[in-house]
């Protein structure tokens, strides 16, 4: 008897028109047609969603959590993307 | 990865944890931390996995169609409890089916509740009330606590709790009210299950070796013998409300301090149910052991039936 674990599926769930998907969680199943059917009964119980995506963890990357300086800091210093870092004259609207 | 070393990252560790940042799978955390979690979520990944067992006892005797739909719902969510903490084991690196194994071999425990019989219906609503009741008020600090994934779970699983609380106080409340018969189903029901309820939050703070460590990496935020406190304190008006006394001679509201004094808590017994040898530790990890075993083949048959699918896509 082979003891071959199911592979791991992240979830991820719209929870309404218009809205995006977002991660729910992640759980096991042998396909990704039974991971949307069980992620259904685990994230979906409560009408929480009306469409589900399910990735095979493994195909997900993600960025090094030692890289964040590097990647993340630099946007820190450019507060001029902010809208908040402009004076506008008093009695301006609309803008 | 940059060389820095074991000292200066668990300070800039500690420093993220007092400074209310929480900690995702993939960032640096002492060994310790990551252990004591792993330990941690698994046993209550396992309490909520067996203790659909009780229940499970009584679906085909509920009393009527919406008890039995509500008793359903309510396992089932369990279920999906058990499911979102085995996931958040999992982000720690431990092995899920591994996880699970410690369970059957006995070398992993869960909560010490599950070890007690549901002999009546009463007990439905008494597990319902008091022990997602105890589960409930574990549970909602731990929504703040410092590790990402057992954090979120947290969230998802409080959220389904209170209606899991609400189901049993309303059938013990319609047993209080009932015939006296009934009420002395509920009555009895409330006299086995108070202790062990009182139980779950483990040992008293002088013999739980784990707080004060959890305490610092804020993966708990309140202590064993306060969390009981709020138990007692917010539990007892809610028995008095329908008419059912708590087995407790010593039980009496303390003026000075605003809290209930009670009991003392017979500890051998929880320690003898920890060690295994309460009413049901055997006939509960078996029934987990027997689900593994007889359920293999679903797991092989659904594992052959994917490759085939796969193999038929690709030629
Ligand atoms: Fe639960
Ligand atoms: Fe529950």
Known sequence: ?95 | MKEINITELERKFQEKIDNDIKIEPNDWMPEEYRQTLIRQISQHAHSEIVGQLPEGNWVTRAPNLRRKAVLLAKIQDEAGHGLYLYSAVETLGADREQTMDDLHSGKAKYSSIFNYPALTWADMGMIGWLVDGAAIMNQVPLCRCSYGPYARAMVRVCKEESFHQRQGYEIVTQLAQGTPEQKAMAQESLDRWWWPALMMFGPSDKDSKHTAQSMKWKIKRHTNDELRQQFVDVTVPQAELIGLKVPDADLKFNEATGHYDFGDINWDEFWQVVAGHGPCNKERVAARKRAKEEGMWVREAANAYAEKRAKRKAS
Do not use: C
């Open chain 1, 1 to 95: 008897m082979s003891k071959k674990e199911w592979p791991l599926w992240e979830v991820f769930i719209r929870s309404k028109q218009g809205l995006s998907h977002k991660h729910a969680g992640s759980l096991r199943a042998p396909d990704a047609e039974m991971a949307i059917n069980n992620a259904r009964d685990v994230y979906t119980r409560r009408s929480e969603g009306v469409s589900i995506w399910v990735v095979p963890s493994n195909e997900i990357v993600a960025s090094d959590p030692s890289d964040s300086e590097e990647l993340f800091e630099p946007s820190q210093t450019k507060v001029y993307r902010h809208p908040t870092f402009y004076d506008v004259p008093d009695g301006i609207s609309h803008m």
